[in-house]
């Protein structure tokens, strides 16, 4: 690690690249599990960093805004609309989510 350049990197796959080399400078291989924990090490959020996209170039989703809740059922019928979704569900979701959530374009 130490021969890694001092640089910021904002593209994943510079990054990979860069390492590649000095691994391979270092006479050294890389197993898989190191090379995922090293990418998988926290790294700081850059929103005009290029996104990192899988081998078929699908991007990769960010981890770090994922979010799960756990919603309070209530005990007896808990009617659902033709969407499916019980009332307790959409009522916990406008009480509690929708004043929350960030839409991006």
């Known amino acids: 690690m130490r021969a890694l350049p001092d640089t910021l990197f904002t593209d994943r796959q510079e990054f990979v690249r860069v390492l590649g080399e000095a691994v391979r400078e270092a006479g050294l291989k890389l197993s898989s599990p190191v090379k995922k924990a090293i990418l998988s090490a926290p790294f700081e959020g ?34 659902a609309r033709a969407d499916g979704v019980p009332e307790s569900v959409r ?3 406008n009480r509690e989510v929708r004043l929350h959530v960030c839409y991006r374009s």
Do not use: C, Q, W
């Open 46 to 79: 850059d929103e005009s960093a290029a996104i990192y996209r899988d081998k078929d170039g699908n991007p990769e989703p960010d981890p770090e805004p994922r979010d799960t809740e756990s919603v309070p059922l209530p005990e007896g019928d808990d009617p």
């Open 91 to 93: 009522a916990f979701f």
